[in-house]
């Protein structure tokens, strides 16, 4: 598969395995479906709480010389309650050993730039024990992961749900340079003045809902407009035009702008359809790409209502990014 090369020298899959919300029951089975079609990116995090799960069958596919470690590209996040100097490395050490996969993780990434208290009530967290955004605390933090790159443990660092504002700052100051910034997108979420500035920063944008999310939670349906993309007119339309499906349409057009869609499937079928969208045999044409830009809406799935501080508004959280 195609790469993107890092602001580290370290390269990426154009098209990676998305693991959030995969029922457990069958993800073992799909990971091992994802690397037999050629998968070697997969996304994983801490909050997913099922990393144990994909590093299970990602050392099986090892073991049973499908795949060597260093061709595979494992991404981490750490989580808002563990968003805390002191708690980061018990953190990562639990991630690594949950993955286990040679002491080391590919990137880590601070999943959002909200932190929680680090011993919640409950879950959801309650207002009043989310501490929101903190500029010195993330720089804190960062500093911590750096120790842990130079290490060895991690091998690149990042971050997701950041705005330009505040992946600016932090990008000032880091010695080692967050890479790569994982955002929601997907053709009702275009952002290309976001998708702008990290390429002209060299940093990389991986996708989260790169399909729109079909099967998406009731927090992520917001009753007024409600996209739906793999029935789309014009996707179903260019689809046709390629002998493709809807879905590989939507993941080409990710790759064509220069991000990295990470789709989750748990169905044999339609993970060997997503590989198959970074095929760099057949691309979309110019009409194509101006014809998906006409599907924008600025429109968030993923709000981050759960993130916002006791006062905040969701709408706050995201800067000038909303
Ligand atoms: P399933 O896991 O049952 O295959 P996103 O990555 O945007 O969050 O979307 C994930 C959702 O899209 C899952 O519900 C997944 O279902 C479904 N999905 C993944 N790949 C395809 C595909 N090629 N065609 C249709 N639906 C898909």
New binding site residues.
């Given amino acids: 598969m195609a790469t993107f090369t890092l602001l580290d020298g370290r390269s990426m899959p154009v098209l990676g395995y998305?693991t959030?919300?995969?029922?457990a029951a069958?993800l073992h089975d799909?990971v091992i479906a994802a690397v037999k079609s050629g998968f070697r990116h997969f996304d994983c995090a801490a909050m997913y709480f099922n990393e144990g799960v994909v590093g299970k069958a990602l050392q099986l596919c090892i073991q049973d010389g499908l795949v060597k470690r260093e061709d595979l590209f494992i991404t981490s996040k750490i989580m808002p309650t563990d968003m805390h100097v002191h708690k980061l490395e018990p953190a990562l050490t639990k991630t690594l050993q949950a993955i286990g996969l040679g002491g080391y993780i590919d990137l880590y990434l601070l999943h959002w730039p909200f932190r929680f208290v680090e011993k919640p009530s409950a879950f959801p967290v309650p207002e009043a024990e989310r501490l929101g955004y903190d500029a010195a605390a993330i720089l804190d933090i960062w500093r911590e992961l750096e120790r842990f790159v130079d290490n060895g443990w991690i091998k690149s660092l990042g971050v997701s749900n950041f705005s330009r504002k505040k992946l600016g700052l932090l990008f000032a100051e880091a010695r080692h340079k967050p890479v790569n910034n994982q955002l929601e997108m997907?053709p009702a979420l275009q952002q290309q003045a976001v998708v702008d500035w990290h390429a002209e920063r060299g940093i990389v944008i991986t996708c989260?809902?790169?399909?729109?999310?079909?099967?998406?939670p009731p927090t992520f349906r917001h009753g007024d407009k409600d996209p739906s993309f793999?029935d789309h007119p014009t996707i179903l339309s260019i689809a046709q035009g390629h002998g493709k499906?809807?879905?590989?349409v939507l993941l080409k057009w990710a790759i064509a702008r220069g991000t990295v869609?990470?789709?989750?499937?748990?169905?044999a079928a339609?993970?060997v359809?997503?590989y198959g969208a970074a095929d760099p045999a057949w691309t979309l044409t110019r009409e194509e790409m101006e014809a998906m830009k006409a599907l924008d809406e600025g429109y968030r799935l993923s709000r981050g209502e759960s993130y916002a501080p006791a006062g905040m508004e969701w709408t706050q959280l995201w800067d000038e990014d909303l």
């Fill in positions: 998305g959030w919300r995969c029922d069958l799909s997907h989260y809902c790169p399909l729109g999310s079909p099967a998406r793999l499906t809807p879905a590989q869609p990470l789709p989750k499937s748990t169905t339609r993970i359809e997503n």
